[in-house]
């Protein structure tokens, strides 16, 4: 083991990203017809994108982000996802994690099979599960470490909304009358004290605490996080902020402690699928297919979006509604795998079983 | 009345990998008739003694002090997780809300005893048992001062003031007195025709003086100091009392038959387990069950079922959770392990984090037990938040089957096809979520 050993975290987003407000792509002529409501003004613009590149723009509230871009530290991949063209979550975020395909989820992930390949450290297992239960992606046989924090958390506005739906439902109006209250007084706190109050979130914190142990010389080497709470359904424009604000937080934890380290890391921030093109008539956005992904940390050859842009067309969306994919997330992976962790070509279809025919998205590292 | 609604409103609610029981009548009668013991656990002299060793350790070493308190807690939770007989330990809940003995010191080592001790034994026996082992336990005794509750003519405050001319006389404190009127027996009554006068009370306290713990000596737990008692004849709502301890036990004795006493508890126990207006049909049908049958509570446990039983239930769940019920529910619909460390002592932080940390009663009078007292805004945040974290303890559970554990015949359609995979847009966005949607649905609030 030795300090410049590189590192890898996935952090998975439950709920599905909308990619096309996090990443949007302000330069395709059709965005405003489908979505205005969920759009941010243009670069430069009060309260506009971060510009990356001249046709997207990164979410207004990922300055950390926008920053590591800046610093060639950062690639943005857009109309990426996997083989699967399922709307389910469930189904999606377990075929994205083990890798699976198009069908039949595994129980183990894709970073449990990696962990074969990668030497654990003295005392020490070389994987990390980040939080109080291990995401699908790094669970399996092969054994890893984990650290977990006891406080309460607190759930995402859009799961709060999803509360109080089903309680409006309800005969029992007391509880309702509770819930809606206790939502409003929220909505308005985050509201009034804005991204001040998301940063100190239990999710910073295990970044924060990944990237101790990680950026240690005899830690662990891989770790996996996750983040719910992106299915925004409804009043995205409200609820989407606290998400990007947590994330960009939480990636810049990982910079900040990784010190030294980060030179020697990359961070694959992905989610099981994309957001309809469309806006819906509840201020949000329902289930799509092509999402947005990124590519951060210091061993990354940054400052650059790749996507082979599909278009919003009419004639060019999937199914006629949907951003399409253009990436299989699993070539980016084939090129972290063989250019970051050093991986022969056994090792990667291990880790990434029938994907010999998919050629690896490769120079994604300097 | 369905076995689900007995169990969710009787007992702490179904637990996941149990089936419910197929008869809900003949649930309640065989644990009422074959009640399973108390959960062990230190006695008050065995506490009592690790509470001197720890205070003599000059090293400052509180060790015993406070694993006996953990042991404690862990052991009411794992017990409230496990038990088939949720509705012996729910009638225990009761009584012990009914004392609700707070404070700290020396008290919080004997709450769990206090448990074990004064009311496991008598939760089906009598009622005038329960209010005597109650009345005298250390705890109470403790909590409620009558350890310097001095006769004002006793032995002890004539020898004091003879010694101590300067300072202020040894004398009563009414603490205990007052609180076994109003809260334990006869309650006050109403304001133009009060049930006892200050007088009272204060032969009450001369009744009461002289009943007190042994902390440091032999024999470590309840004893009568003849010297602390005040001489002479007491006269308490009209009877006489003759000097000495025996009083105690005849005054608790006429307290336990007093029919505003029977009327008082019948009222308690109808709000706490029926419904928040105590309906009037339910508590005469406790009051009868009292009165009759000799103070006997197993047959009052009897009737508040079938009572309440017979009862339409509009709507159909009615019954506010308090954020115990909540934790204990929620825990055991997610088939939380009661030999797992951890998640027992989760569930007795769970307690605090909610506002109602496991036997700290705030007040001598217990714990909210109706909805308008226990719903806050933040409160119910905290209850979003709560859900939320423990749903992340559970990532591997169907939640279609953690639904039908949960909420039985009250599962909402509209929440359960939430769970399809075929849902489209309505579907929940993962596990955590869909536990999350259960327990803070309406239905699950509800018991």
């Known amino acids: 083991m030795s300090a410049t050993d590189p590192r890898l975290v996935v952090v998975v987003l439950r709920g599905a990203m909308d990619g096309l407000a996090v990443l949007q792509p302000y330069g395709d002529a059709n965005l405003p017809g489908l979505r205005a409501p969920l759009c941010k003004p243009q670069p430069g613009a009060s309260g506009g994108l971060f510009d990356l590149g001249g046709f997207f723009g990164l979410h207004p509230l990922m300055p950390k982000l926008a920053g590591m871009y800046q610093d060639g530290q950062a690639i943005a991949f857009h109309a990426i996802g996997g083989p699967y063209r399922t709307r389910s979550h469930f189904e999606a975020q377990a075929l994205m994690e083990s890798a699976a395909g198009i069908t039949n989820a595994s129980p183990d992930g894709f970073l449990n099979r990696m962990l074969a390949y990668v030497p654990d450290g003295p005392s020490v297992e070389a994987g990390l599960a980040v939080g109080n239960t291990a995401p699908h992606v790094i669970r399996g046989p092969e054994d890893y470490g984990g650290i977990s924090k006891a406080d309460l958390d607190r759930p995402p506005s859009s799961l709060m909304l999803r509360v109080a739906e089903f309680a409006a439902l309800s005969e029992r109006p007391f509880w309702w009358g509770l819930v809606d209250e206790a939502l409003q007084a929220r909505l308005y706190a985050w509201g009034v004290t804005g991204s001040f109050i998301y940063s100190p979130t239990q999710f910073v914190a295990e970044a924060q605490q990944a990237a101790m142990l990680l950026a240690r010389d005899d830690g662990p080497r891989v770790a996996a996080l996750d983040l719910v709470g992106w299915d925004t359904h409804a009043r995205q424009n409200e609820v989407l902020p606290e998400m990007v604000t947590q994330l960009d937080a939480a990636l810049g934890a990982l910079r900040d402690g990784l010190g030294a380290a980060w030179a020697h890391t990359a961070v694959f921030v992905i989610s099981e699928f994309g957001r309809r093109a469309a806006a819906n008539g509840a201020g949000g956005s329902d289930h799509g297919t092509g999402g947005a992904a990124f590519l951060v940390g210091g061993a990354v050859d940054g400052g650059r979006v790749i996507a082979d842009w599909p278009g919003l067309g009419a004639g060019q969306l999937y199914a006629g509604m949907d951003l399409d994919i253009s990436t299989d997330y699993r070539a980016v992976l084939k090129g972290v795998l063989a250019e970051h962790m050093g991986f022969d070509a056994a090792e990667v279809e291990a880790t990434l079983p029938g994907t010999l025919g998919l050629s690896a998205v490769s120079g994604l590292f300097t | ?447």
């Open chain 2, 1 to 447: 009345m369905t076995p689900y609604d007995t169990l969710a409103r009787f007992g702490y609610g179904p637990r996941l990998g149990e089936p419910l029981p197929t008869d809900s009548m003949a649930w309640i009668l065989n644990q009422v008739w074959v009640p399973e013991p108390a959960p062990a656990g230190k006695s008050t002299r065995d506490v009592l003694m690790d509470h001197k060793k720890d205070k003599l350790n000059l090293a400052g070493f509180d060790g015993m002090i406070a694993v006996n308190i953990s042991a404690d807690r862990e052991g009411w939770a794992k017990h409230r997780l496990a038990t088939r007989q949720g509705y012996i330990a729910r009638l225990v809940d009761f009584w012990m809300h009914h004392f609700s003995v707070g404070g700290g010191g020396h008290v919080i080592t004997m709450k769990g005893a206090f448990e074990r001790e004064a009311v496991w034994p008598n939760v089906l026996g009598r009622l005038d048992d329960m209010l005597r082992a109650g009345l005298t336990h250390p705890a109470m005794l403790m909590f409620l001062d009558n350890d310097s509750n001095i006769g004002p003519t006793s032995q002890t405050a004539l020898a004091w003031a003879t010694s101590n001319p300067t300072k202020p006389p040894k004398g009563r404190n009414e603490n205990l007195a007052r609180e076994t009127l109003e809260l334990y027996t006869v309650s006050p009554g109403p304001a133009d025709a009060p049930h006892y006068t200050h007088a009272d009370i204060t032969a009450v306290a001369d009744i009461l003086s002289g009943h007190t713990v042994a902390l440091t000596v032999e024999p470590f737990g309840y004893e009568f100091h003849a010297a602390d008692h005040e001489p002479g004849v007491k006269l308490v709502m009209g009877e006489t009392y003759m000097p000495g301890p025996d009083a105690l036990p005849a005054l608790i004795d006429v307290l336990a038959h007093d029919h505003r006493t029977l009327w008082h508890i019948a009222r308690k126990m109808a709000q706490y387990f029926h419904d928040d207006s105590a309906p009037p049909s339910l508590v005469s049908s406790l009051y009868a069950a009292l009165s009759s049958a000799g103070n006997n509570l197993e047959c009052a446990a009897i009737v508040l079922y079938t009572a309440a039983a017979g009862m339409a239930l509009t709507p159909p769940v009615s019954k506010y959770k308090s954020p115990q019920d909540l934790v204990l529910s929620f825990a055991r619909a997610c088939g939380a392990n009661p030999e797992h460390r951890q998640t027992v002592a989760r569930v007795v932080s769970a307690l605090g984090q909610l506002g109602q940390p496991l036997w700290a009663f705030g007040q001598p009078n217990g714990w909210p037990v109706t909805a308008d007292e226990w719903a806050s805004t933040e409160g119910t945040a905290r209850r979003l938040d709560w859900v939320y974290t423990w749903a992340k303890w559970y990532p591997t559970l169907d939640p279609r089957a953690v639904a039908q554990v949960a909420l039985g015949p009250h599962a909402p359609p509209e929440l359960l096809a939430a769970f399809d995979g075929d849902a489209g847009p309505e579907e929940v966005a993962s596990l955590r979520e869909a536990l999350t949607l259960i327990a803070c649905s309406a239905e699950f609030m509800h018991r």
